[in-house]
């Protein structure tokens, strides 16, 4: 079975926040990040993208194509877009 061709992607995800201060309700919000990356999976809850692809699997050294690492996990419902980036 031939691996689809990976797609780098800007995940824009709220972050969850915890203060341990004096903050008020009011001061504490949650903040809005993007991350960038190739796009892995997803699946009913989680999504995940990887910061380093390694077409020919060097570091791993099984000779896969496409062998991701770095990989970061999100949970669906943190995420609010995911947007590809073309390639032209």
Same mark, same amino acid.
């Given at each position: 079975?031939? @691996?689809?061709?990976?797609?780098?992607?800007?995940?824009?995800?709220? %972050?969850?926040?915890?203060?341990?201060?004096?903050? @008020?309700?009011?001061?504490?919000?949650?903040?809005?990040?993007? *991350?960038?990356?190739? +796009? &892995?999976?997803?699946?009913?809850?989680?999504?995940?993208?990887?910061?380093?692809?390694?077409?020919? %699997? &060097? &570091?791993?050294?099984?000779?896969?194509?496409?062998?991701?690492?770095?990989?970061?996990? +999100?949970?669906?419902?943190?995420?609010?877009? &995911?947007? +590809?980036? *073309?390639?032209?």
């Amino acid at each position: 079975m031939r @691996k689809k061709k990976p797609r780098l992607c800007i995940i824009t995800w709220r %972050d969850i926040l915890a203060c341990s201060g004096w903050e @008020k309700e009011g001061e504490v919000e949650c903040p809005e990040i993007q *991350s960038v990356g190739w +796009f &892995i999976s997803q699946t009913k809850d989680t999504i995940k993208i990887a910061s380093t692809l390694d077409t020919n %699997d &060097i &570091i791993g050294g099984r000779g896969e194509a496409n062998s991701f690492y770095g990989v970061t996990a +999100f949970p669906k419902g943190c995420v609010l877009s &995911i947007n +590809f980036i *073309s390639e032209s």
